[in-house]
Protein backbone atom coordinates (compact mmCIF):
# COMPACT_ATOMS: atom_id res chain seq x y z
CA UNK A 1 0.00 0.00 0.00
CA UNK A 2 1.30 3.61 -0.53
CA UNK A 3 0.38 6.26 1.89
CA UNK A 4 0.33 9.68 0.69
CA UNK A 5 0.56 12.87 3.05
CA UNK A 6 -0.12 16.66 2.20
CA UNK A 7 0.62 19.89 3.61
CA UNK A 8 0.98 23.49 3.24
CA UNK A 9 -2.46 24.44 2.74
CA UNK A 10 -4.16 27.51 4.69
CA UNK A 11 -6.01 30.99 4.11
CA UNK A 12 -4.48 33.38 1.86
CA UNK A 13 -5.42 37.02 0.20
CA UNK A 14 -5.71 36.95 -3.29
CA UNK A 15 -3.22 37.93 -4.94
CA UNK A 16 -0.84 35.56 -2.62
CA UNK A 17 0.98 32.32 -3.08
CA UNK A 18 0.71 29.22 -1.50
CA UNK A 19 3.16 25.90 -1.81
CA UNK A 20 1.80 22.44 -1.07
CA UNK A 21 3.81 18.95 -0.59
CA UNK A 22 2.93 15.58 -0.55
CA UNK A 23 4.73 12.57 0.89
CA UNK A 24 4.49 9.70 -0.50
CA UNK A 25 5.60 6.40 1.85
CA UNK A 26 4.88 2.63 2.39
CA UNK A 27 5.67 0.12 -0.43
CA UNK A 28 6.51 1.61 -3.18
CA UNK A 29 8.80 -0.15 -6.18
CA UNK A 30 7.79 2.46 -8.59
CA UNK A 31 5.58 6.20 -9.23
CA UNK A 32 4.82 6.92 -12.38
CA UNK A 33 2.81 9.97 -12.71
CA UNK A 34 2.09 12.35 -9.72
CA UNK A 35 -0.65 15.27 -9.23
CA UNK A 36 -2.81 17.28 -7.58
CA UNK A 37 -6.71 17.88 -7.97
CA UNK A 38 -8.81 19.86 -5.78
CA UNK A 39 -12.69 20.11 -5.45
CA UNK A 40 -14.75 23.24 -4.35
CA UNK A 41 -17.91 22.36 -2.34
CA UNK A 42 -20.88 21.08 -4.63
CA UNK A 43 -18.82 20.65 -7.92
CA UNK A 44 -16.78 17.47 -9.00
CA UNK A 45 -13.07 17.05 -8.15
CA UNK A 46 -10.78 18.50 -10.94
CA UNK A 47 -7.45 18.04 -12.29
CA UNK A 48 -5.03 20.66 -11.32
CA UNK A 49 -1.57 19.30 -12.63
CA UNK A 50 0.26 16.35 -13.32
CA UNK A 51 4.01 15.07 -13.75
CA UNK A 52 5.45 12.10 -15.09
CA UNK A 53 8.48 10.48 -13.48
CA UNK A 54 10.39 11.91 -16.32
CA UNK A 55 9.24 15.72 -16.01
CA UNK A 56 6.38 15.86 -18.22
CA UNK A 57 4.00 18.50 -16.67
CA UNK A 58 0.33 18.75 -17.56
CA UNK A 59 -1.77 22.04 -16.43
CA UNK A 60 -5.72 22.68 -16.54
CA UNK A 61 -6.41 26.01 -18.37
CA UNK A 62 -7.74 27.90 -15.33
CA UNK A 63 -4.00 27.43 -13.32
CA UNK A 64 -1.75 27.59 -16.26
CA UNK A 65 0.80 30.26 -15.55
CA UNK A 66 -0.11 30.63 -12.22
CA UNK A 67 0.35 27.03 -10.80
CA UNK A 68 4.05 25.27 -11.01
CA UNK A 69 4.00 21.66 -10.12
CA UNK A 70 7.33 19.89 -9.10
CA UNK A 71 8.56 16.55 -8.14
CA UNK A 72 11.51 14.90 -5.96
CA UNK A 73 11.59 11.14 -7.64
CA UNK A 74 14.20 10.04 -4.84
CA UNK A 75 11.58 11.48 -1.81
CA UNK A 76 8.80 10.40 -3.61
CA UNK A 77 7.08 13.98 -3.00
CA UNK A 78 5.46 16.17 -5.45
CA UNK A 79 4.90 19.72 -4.53
CA UNK A 80 2.69 22.60 -5.84
CA UNK A 81 3.95 26.28 -6.50
CA UNK A 82 0.92 28.38 -6.38
CA UNK A 83 1.03 31.84 -7.22
CA UNK A 84 -1.39 34.86 -8.03
CA UNK A 85 -4.12 32.83 -5.97
CA UNK A 86 -7.88 33.95 -7.21
CA UNK A 87 -11.08 33.32 -4.86
CA UNK A 88 -12.00 30.57 -7.19
CA UNK A 89 -8.82 28.31 -6.15
CA UNK A 90 -10.39 27.90 -3.24
CA UNK A 91 -10.84 24.03 -2.94
CA UNK A 92 -9.62 21.18 -0.71
CA UNK A 93 -6.58 20.12 -2.65
CA UNK A 94 -6.16 16.50 -2.84
CA UNK A 95 -2.74 14.21 -3.71
CA UNK A 96 -2.48 11.38 -6.37
CA UNK A 97 -0.02 9.22 -7.47
CA UNK A 98 -0.41 6.24 -9.61
CA UNK A 99 2.29 3.80 -8.38
CA UNK A 100 3.20 -0.07 -8.59
CA UNK A 101 3.77 -1.71 -5.39
CA UNK A 102 5.51 -5.20 -6.09
CA UNK A 103 7.31 -6.73 -9.43
CA UNK A 104 4.32 -6.83 -11.18
CA UNK A 105 3.88 -4.81 -13.74
CA UNK A 106 0.02 -2.93 -12.19
CA UNK A 107 -0.26 0.60 -11.50
CA UNK A 108 -2.92 1.92 -9.00
CA UNK A 109 -4.05 4.95 -8.08
CA UNK A 110 -3.72 6.32 -4.42
CA UNK A 111 -4.93 9.17 -2.74
CA UNK A 112 -4.23 11.54 0.18
CA UNK A 113 -6.63 13.04 2.58
CA UNK A 114 -6.55 16.55 1.26
CA UNK A 115 -5.48 19.75 2.51
CA UNK A 116 -8.18 22.79 2.52
CA UNK A 117 -6.63 25.72 0.79
CA UNK A 118 -8.93 29.14 1.19
CA UNK A 119 -7.92 32.35 -0.56
CA UNK A 120 -10.33 35.54 0.32
CA UNK A 121 -10.85 38.62 -1.78
Known amino acids: QVQLVESGGGLVQAGGSLRLSCAAS????????MGWYRQAPGKQRELVAT???????KYSDSVKGRFTISRDNAKNMVYLQMNSLKPEDTAVYYC???????????????WGQGTQVTVSS
Open 26 to 33: GTIFNINV
Open 51 to 57: ITSGGTT
Open 96 to 110: NANARTSFRPVYYDY
